[in-house]
């Protein structure tokens, strides 16, 4: 007689996507909790309160406080991450590849700024929950995002730059419209940041950009 399947392969299958968004969603909610009062100041409580979840359900996926708080911060650099290396990839044009980031990070920034606030927040701390990350995920990660410029630049698609630093440059600058976005409103003369301001603001950082890529050649006449 054949043995007879196994069923947790489909229990984990009913199982994992429901868990993946109460994951997500507990994450998304201590993302705003922990950007606004600091992993000290926050309290388990206050992620569910704002996540509408009892606190034992918080607890069912992460232990602790700083578990959640690790998880938290993994997820945003993860989603970081992602970005990057979709866009900044030797497939693509650089035209391309630069907008589609520039794009996608302003986008970030417009839906998600307590992220990046709270990844300032932690660096401004001394980086302890992020170190092992920086120094290896990150550095790597740049080290991948370099190779994909030097080939830019190696084909003439691309002025030659320091291309760490270049990627430095393109971080503060559209994070700086999530982390700073009170000052830039305020200068402004607005309440908050619109739409069209960070569109305007993907297209100055393009228009700087784009002075490392050769020019367009011109449009002719049918």
């Known amino acids: 007689m054949p043995p007879?399947?196994?069923?947790?392969?489909?229990?984990?299958?009913?199982?994992?996507?429901?868990?993946?968004?109460?994951?997500?969603?507990?994450?998304?909610?201590?993302?705003?909790?922990?950007?606004?009062?600091?992993?000290?100041?926050?309290?388990?409580?206050?992620?569910?309160?704002?996540?509408?979840?009892?606190?034992?359900?918080?607890h069912y996926y992460f232990r602790t406080k700083e578990d959640l708080y690790r998880a938290t911060l993994k997820q945003l650099l993860d989603d970081w991450l992602g970005d990057?290396?979709?866009?900044?990839?030797?497939?693509?044009?650089?035209?391309?590849?630069?907008?589609?980031?520039?794009?996608a990070k302003m986008e970030f920034s417009r839906?998600?700024?307590?992220?990046?606030?709270?990844?300032?927040?932690?660096?401004?701390?001394g980086g302890r929950y992020v170190h092992d990350f920086l120094v290896d995920t990150l550095r790597?990660?740049?080290?991948?995002?370099?190779?994909?410029?030097?080939?830019?630049?190696?084909a003439g698609l691309m002025a030659k730059t320091d291309p760490v630093h270049f990627l430095f440059c393109l971080w503060a600058m559209t994070q700086a419209y999530a982390d700073v976005q009170v000052q830039m409103a305020a200068?402004?003369?607005?309440p908050?940041?619109?739409?069209?301001?960070?569109?305007?603001?993907?297209?100055t950082i393009m228009q700087m950009v784009s002075s490392l890529l050769p020019p367009s050649p011109p449009e002719t006449a049918e």
């Open 111 to 125: 839906k998600r700024p307590e992220a990046s606030r709270l990844f300032a927040h932690e660096l401004l701390s």
């Open 187 to 190: 200068v402004l003369g607005k």
């Open 84 to 103: 990057a290396s979709k866009w900044l990839s030797a497939d693509r044009s650089p035209q391309e590849g630069l907008r589609g980031f520039i794009e």
């Open 140 to 154: 790597k990660h740049v080290e991948q995002r370099t190779r994909v410029f030097k080939a830019w630049h190696e």
């Open 4 to 58: 007879v399947p196994s069923t947790i392969p489909t229990r984990r299958k009913r199982t994992g996507a429901p868990r993946q968004n109460n994951t997500r969603h507990i994450l998304n909610a201590a993302e705003k909790v922990f950007a606004a009062h600091g992993l000290s100041g926050t309290r388990m409580n206050d992620i569910a309160e704002a996540s509408n979840l009892p606190k034992a359900n918080i």
């Open 192 to 203: 908050h940041l619109t739409g069209r301001d960070y569109a305007t603001g993907t297209q």
